[in-house]
Nanobody, 115 residues
Framework: QVQLVESGGGLVQPGGSLRLSCAAT????????MGWYRQAPGKQRELVAG???????NYADSVRGRFTISRDNAKKTVYLQLNSLKPEDTAVYYC?????????WGQGTQVTVSS
């Protein structure tokens, strides 16, 4: 059984940075494509960044050049570095497989960008 636990969110001023972590349990992590998703109030959940098992990455246009996804297969952890944050980045951030598996959604971690 796979469990994903996100951490690292918080309150940050515009232009600031955060690093999110997603720790995974289970045996399939190293072979799975993973993604970071976010859901802002009143909006649908969206994929912001994805990474394959070999480390190939893709980003939503809204975050490309500001966010960086990475993974450490030995630690079964996926990271999301958020730089140059904007108020519109405010959302709950989740990790999951890419494409996502319904049963793997965790609690997420709140990112709030505000002055």
């Amino acid at each position: 059984q796979v469990q994903l636990v996100e951490s690292g969110g918080g309150l940050v001023q515009p232009g600031g940075s955060l690093r999110l972590s997603c720790a995974a349990t289970g045996t399939l992590f190293s072979t799975a494509s993973m993604g970071w998703y976010r859901q802002a109030p009143g909006k649908q959940r969206e994929l912001v960044a994805g990474i394959t098992s070999r480390g190939f990455t893709n980003y939503a246009d809204s975050v490309r050049g500001r966010f960086t996804i990475s993974r450490d297969n030995a630690k079964k952890t996926v990271y999301l570095q958020l730089n140059s944050l904007k108020p519109e980045d405010t959302a709950v951030y989740y990790c999951n497989q890419n494409p996502p598996s319904l049963g793997y959604w965790g609690q997420g971690t709140q990112v709030t960008v505000s002055s």
